[in-house]
């Protein structure tokens, strides 16, 4: 049984810097992806950054140059280093774990950027 635990949301103001992190645990000896998800009500969730296995990343556009994702392998934990904070970056962040075909996905994290 794999589960996420994520933590490191809150309040900021703008310009501001927040760390997110989300600890895998279980069976996992591998995975195609480990990541960052934004929701927001109403509306499916959208990618933020993700790890692909290796060492590759994604990222949205709307947070190149200011989130940088990372990875503690022996931890099986990744960290969403959010810098530059806008009021738009305002959402519940969600971790998520793909080991194909399965999506896990953790409970979400509020992340507030008052302007």
């Known amino acids: 049984q794999v589960q996420l635990v994520e933590s490191g949301g809150g309040l900021v103001q703008a310009g501001g810097s927040l760390r997110l992190s989300c600890a895998a645990s279980?069976?996992?000896?591998?995975?195609?992806?480990m990541g960052w998800y934004r929701q927001y009500p109403g509306k499916q969730r959208e990618l933020v950054a993700r790890i692909i296995s290796g060492a590759n990343t994604n990222y949205a556009d709307s947070v190149k140059g200011r989130f940088t994702i990372s990875r503690d392998n022996a931890k099986n934990t990744v960290y969403l280093q959010m810098n530059s904070l806008k009021p738009e970056d305002t959402g519940v962040y969600v971790c998520n774990l793909r080991i194909t075909p399965i999506n896990y996905w953790g409970q979400g994290t509020q992340v507030t950027v008052s302007s």
């Open positions: 279980g069976s996992i000896f591998s995975f195609d992806s």
